[in-house]
C-alpha cells in the first residue's frame, strides 16, 4: 500500500526553535510538494520539486524557511526560527510526471506544528 | 492571478440527497483540475482529475464536469451517504511552465442520517 508518510505528526516548539518536518514521498514518484494549510489563507504551495531539483519555492518566505531533497526517498522542510505565525499543517504530496504530463499528487497526513 | 472560489463554503443535506458542489477560477488557461476530500485531522485524497482536455470525469457516485471557458468545474455527488461527510476542495493547475496547484476554500459538507 504506497502512501506518502510524514513525520512528526505534531510538534509543540517555542518560538525562535528551529523545526523539521520530513517527508517520504512514494516510490517512483519524481515530485515532491510542500503545502502549508491555515484556516484563514487555506492551502498554500511552499515549495515543489522534480526529479529534486527544486523548481518553485516562490511561496515560501527565504529569510526563515528551506527545502530540500537530499535523496529521491526523503524531502525536508526547515523553518528556523520559527515564530508563531508558522503555526499550520503542513502536508507534503508526491506525484509522477510522464512524458510532460502531470498525473494526481497524493498527500500525506501532514505536520501539525504549533509555535508558542 | 488565478483565483479559485467554491460556492457553498458549507452544505447540510439529508442522507439520500443528490448534491452538487460548485468551483470557479477566473482564468480559463487552465492544464488541469482535481477535486479533493478531507477528512478532519486527516491529509487529502485525490478523487477526480480532469484534464483540460476533457469535459468530464466519473468514478462511482462521483462525477466531475469542466467548463473551461466559462471557468466552473461541479462536484455531483448522488446518493450522498453520511460517510461522505468531510471537505472538498477544488484545484486547479496552471498551463504554462509552473503546474503548480491553486486552491479554492472549500465546501464543508455534513449529510446527516
Known amino acids: 500500500d504506497a502512501r506518502v508518510t510524514q513525520t512528526p505528526r505534531h510538534k509543540v516548539t517555542e518560538m525562535g526553535q528551529e523545526v523539521t518536518m520530513r517527508c517520504q514521498p512514494i516510490?517512483?514518484?519524481?515530485?515532491v510538494f510542500w503545502y502549508r494549510q491555515t484556516m484563514m489563507q487555506g492551502l498554500e504551495l511552499l515549495a515543489y520539486f522534480r526529479n529534486r531539483a527544486p523548481l518553485d519555492d516562490s511561496g515560501m518566505p527565504k529569510d526563515r524557511f528551506s527545502a530540500e531533497m537530499p535523496d529521491a526517498t526523503l524531502a525536508t522542510l526547515k523553518i528556523q526560527p520559527s515564530e508563531p505565525r508558522d503555526s499550520a499543517v503542513y502536508f507534503c504530496?508526491?506525484?509522477?510526471?510522464?512524458?510532460?504530463?502531470?498525473?494526481?499528487?497524493?498527500f500525506g497526513p501532514g505536520t501539525r506544528l504549533t509555535v508558542l | 492571478k488565478q483565483e479559485v472560489t467554491q460556492i457553498p463554503a458549507a452544505l447540510s443535506v439529508p442522507e439520500g440527497e443528490n448534491l452538487v458542489l460548485n468551483c470557479s477560477f477566473t482564468?480559463?488557461?487552465?492544464?488541469?483540475l482535481q477535486w479533493f476530500r478531507q477528512d478532519p485531522g486527516k491529509g487529502l485524497t485525490s478523487l477526480l482529475l480532469i484534464q483540460s482536455s476533457q469535459r468530464e470525469q466519473t468514478s462511482g457516485r462521483l462525477n466531475a464536469s469542466l467548463d473551461k471557458s466559462s471557468g466552473r468545474s461541479t462536484l455531483y455527488i448522488a446518493a450522498s451517504q453520511p460517510g461522505d461527510s468531510a471537505t472538498y476542495l477544488c484545484?486547479?493547475?496552471?498551463?504554462?511552465?509552473?503546474?503548480?496547484?491553486?486552491w479554492g476554500l472549500g465546501t464543508s459538507l455534513a449529510v446527516n442520517p
Open positions: 484545484a486547479v493547475s496552471g498551463a504554462g511552465n509552473n503546474r503548480k496547484l491553486i
Open positions: 482564468d480559463s488557461a487552465i492544464y488541469n
Open positions: 516510490l517512483g514518484h519524481n515530485t
Open positions: 504530496a508526491s506525484g509522477l510526471v510522464d512524458r510532460g504530463r502531470y498525473n494526481e499528487q497524493f
